[in-house]
């Protein structure tokens, strides 16, 4: 049936017996409430209602639409009070997705969404993929790279990675220290350098020294970081993350091209719900 509205006018009717308490209680006009009426039954093929002047009687065929009706009205009262739970308490499993990176350093914003919403579960998927929003694959996205541009998203700014060169002690010692950017000829190097990656600092790579000079490749952070530390070629990390290691030394500066930009990401018609609210206040009062 393509008479929704008219059947939730009628199912008032029924219930109220008159058209002015109809009227009344959807706040609509009387001539409103007997143009839905007409429609109605002309579209089922069959009279609802007796009209006389001290109201409307049910004919056998309205008193079965007021039973239906009535189940449907309960079962969507039911459908619209779980609903109301749910946007009103971050309770259930929410999901956020991100790059591998990215999890480490949100890890304490889930230990403390977890903490003030103990009935909820959380699921951190890190994964390369871009998860669709508008499909409920996630809640919230944190995306890297260029501002996402989609009209459904909400997007806001969350975190600068700056990246930079780093070389180990081990590497060092067996083959030299660069004295900056300039001075990268016969040095080995490792990472996924790729011309037109999302990565603006691999693309540099790729530019800057020859194909043979990558030595090990690879896309997992981890394993990359790894392989630096264990002197198998010099390569980009997080300066925030190598400031830390003395076993590794940073080559040159750290170039503005390099930024890593991360947004948080979340579908319009999701966001304002109390669970991603609730998960992205945790997120952006992280101390980063």
Known sequence: MSTWTETHTAYFVAKYGTVSKAAEALGVHRATVNRHIDVLEEELGARLFIRHRRGYHLTEAGRDFLNVASRAHDILDDFAGRVRVLQSDPAGEIIVTTMFPISKIIMPAIHEFRSKHPNSQVSLLSNTALLKLELAEAHIALRVGAEPSNDDYVVQPFHVIQFALFASSKYVEARGMPSGLDDLKGHEFVGNPRRNSNAPFESWLAKAVP??????????????????????????????????????????????????????????????????????????????
């Open 211 to 288: 194909e043979n000079s990558v030595v090990f490749r690879t896309g997992n952070p981890v394993i990359l970081e790894d392989a630096v530390e264990r002197g198998l070629g010099i390569g980009f990390l997080p300066v925030s993350d190598a400031e830390h290691c003395d076993n590794l030394h940073q080559i040159g500066p750290s170039l503005d091209e390099w930024t890593v930009r991360i947004w948080l990401v979340t579908h319009v018609d999701l966001h304002r719900s109390e669970k991603v609210q609730a998960m992205l206040t945790c997120l952006k009062d992280l101390e980063l």
